[in-house]
């Protein structure tokens, strides 16, 4: 039933990521933009360049902020790695190895510690 539930959870996260990639990939255009506008500035010596840069970086900023529905597209990926991850931990046997002896552990360390 566990599985069931994740793999339910799963899908919906999958659904949501891709209805928000559109959002996370202009996000992801809006910042690496910023830091272009960032570097020019930087760069720029005269006040109207300096002017010029900041004006396009508020409207860059502005299409950032438009795109806040990414970081729920962000969450659901972040959700589908813990179920990733969840799903893996539940294949691994939980116990001592079928055809081990349960105390061959137990004799190792015993040993370890006589020594």
């Known amino acids: 039933m566990k599985k069931f539930l994740l ?3 799963g899908l919906i996260a999958l659904l949501v990521l891709l209805a928000n990639l559109g959002p996370m990939v202009l996000l992801g255009v809006s910042v690496w933009l910023l830091y272009v506008i960032f570097k020019k500035f930087i760069k720029s010596d005269s006040v109207a360049g300096k002017i010029g840069w900041v004006f396009l970086g508020l409207i860059v900023v502005s299409i950032a902020f438009s795109n ?6 962000i969450a659901a990926a972040y959700i589908l790695y813990v179920i990733y991850k969840g799903w893996k931990e539940d294949d691994e046997p939980v116990g001592p190895k079928p055809n081990g ?13 006589n020594n």
């Open 7 to 9: 793999f339910i959870v």
């Open 68 to 73: 806040v529905f990414a970081v729920i597209g």
């Open 101 to 113: 002896d349960p105390f061959d552990n137990f004799e190792k360390q015993w040993a370890e510690f």
